[in-house]
């Protein structure tokens, strides 16, 4: 399927491409504007740039990309991740120093699932699991106080 954007993006994408550094996550989902309201709402993330074909997202300071499945079509992954319920099974998405409390409350209020309501975990962090509408599960924490 085409790209559905119209007009330029906000930056050539060799330029942002040559920009990455360092670990970079880039997530395929099924329903931008769901993803996109997600890490607003739930992850209290800022959107640096949204279309219906890509975003980048950022939250304190991790920053991650969204790719519309359409645009994946000609990509070796289209076939992986076409009807898996839980695309990121086994990954872990961390958002370090995001309050978990705060994040479950968002994501309840918004009818997200909770996979584990925020907690103190033995190795020194308090958190919880939310998984997004596409099944990817995001894990927000803060040092527990003990």
């Not at 975003?55 to 920053?63: F, M, Y």
């Not at 790719?67 to 990509?75: I, K, L, N, Q, V």
């Not at 961390?94 to 975990?121: C, F, I, M, S």
């Amino acid at each position: 399927m085409a790209k559905k954007r119209t007009g330029d993006p906000w930056m050539p994408a060799p330029d942002y491409g040559r920009s990455l550094e360092g670990l970079s996550a880039n997530l395929l989902v099924s329903d931008m504007a769901a993803a996109v309201a997600f890490a607003e709402t739930v992850l209290d993330a800022t959107t640096v740039y949204a279309d219906p074909d890509f975003a980048v997202l950022r939250q304190g300071a991790a920053e991650w990309m969204l790719h519309a499945d359409h645009t994946y079509d000609d990509h070796p992954l289209s076939g992986f991740v076409g009807g898996e319920s839980g695309r990121g099974a086994g990954v872990e998405l961390r958002l370090h120093g995001l309050d978990p409390d705060d994040a479950e409350a968002r994501a309840r209020e918004a009818g997200h699932t909770v996979l584990a309501g925020a907690a103190d975990k033995p190795h020194g962090l308090r958190e919880a699991y939310i998984l997004d509408p596409d099944g990817y599960c995001w894990v927000p924490d803060v040092p527990s106080q003990g």
